[in-house]
């Protein structure tokens, strides 16, 4: 006998809605997310070659799609596709802009280092003289702010 067994929870949809909410409330976040259990439908994709059917899937639009039909795997599904999404973009996402934005400054630097070997390269192949400042030959003019 024992008194804390709850009675079986429903199988549906709307149970699986109930754990989403709780994870939302639980994480405070994730609280664009909606959800859709499509039970034996499939979506493949091609990773590296290989189909995979996906057992879920966060669509553009934050809907988290389970297709198990399992019940248990479709919780788990969720919970799986609920801390990805979360993931990425509390981490990933911000950690994948700014390395966007350090290569980017890093490019900067190693154009205009390029820019000036080459110039100096051109005065010395040319036998330019060597002009007081050197400007850029190359495309870029410094523009004066006002
Ligand atoms: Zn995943």
Request: glycine content about 4%; charged content about 30%; cysteine-free.
């Amino acid at each position: 006998m024992s008194e804390d067994k709850e009675a079986p929870e429903p199988e549906t949809e709307a149970t699986l809605l109930k754990m989403l909410n709780e994870l939302k409330n639980l994480t405070k976040s994730g609280w664009e997310l909606s959800l859709s259990w499509r039970p034996g439908a499939r979506r493949i994709e091609r990773i590296g070659g290989v189909n995979y059917a996906l057992n879920g899937e966060v669509t553009p639009n934050n809907v988290i799609i389970i297709y198990v039909k399992d019940f248990k795997e479709a919780k788990a599904v969720l919970m799986h596709e609920f801390l990805e999404h979360i993931i990425k973009r509390e981490f990933s996402e911000p950690y994948i802009l700014l390395s966007q934005m350090v290569s980017q400054a890093y490019e900067d630097i190693i154009y205009f280092r390029q820019e000036n070997i080459i110039d100096a390269l051109t005065i010395l192949l040319s036998k330019l003289p060597r002009k007081k400042k050197l400007e850029r030959l190359h495309i870029i003019e410094e523009v004066e702010e006002k």
